[in-house]
């Protein structure tokens, strides 16, 4: 079975910035589309940034201007760049996915999934 792998996650102060990646063993990401979520303690797994199959990216209007979704065909990976990150950034972020249709940010429209990489924003 394919598996999503993320790493670099981390603790940073408010205003900090980290670059996440999922790495997909066993199949190459090009073309595929993929998307970013996050779950903070006791709050529903939310979807923050998803690529298409064809490149466009669809980013939740919370973290617009701040984070950036993308692949690296050459590394094989896809990346989520974090800038000016806040407090409320706090979160188990996932990668995922086989999407099936419907809404890029909604946790139904992916079958597969990481096993998550904590960020943690605090001074």
């Known amino acids: 079975q394919v598996q999503l792998v993320e790493s670099g996650g981390g603790s940073v102060q408010p205003g900090g910035s980290l670059t996440l990646s999922c790495a997909k063993s066993g199949l190459r990401i090009s073309g595929v589309s993929m998307a970013w979520f996050r779950q903070a303690p006791d709050r529903e797994r939310e979807g923050v940034a998803a690529?298409?199959?064809?490149?466009?990216?669809t980013i939740t209007e919370s973290v617009k201007g701040r984070l950036t979704i993308s692949r690296d065909n050459a590394k094989n990976t896809l990346n989520l760049q974090m800038n000016n990150l806040k407090p409320e950034d706090t979160a188990v972020y996932y990668c995922?996915?086989?999407?099936?249709?419907?809404?890029?940010?909604?946790?139904?429209?992916?079958?597969?999934w990481g096993q998550g990489t904590q960020v943690t924003v605090s001074s």
């Open positions: 995922a996915y086989v999407y099936t249709g419907g809404d890029r940010l909604a946790q139904s429209s992916y079958q597969r």
């Open positions: 690529i298409h199959a064809d490149g466009q990216t």
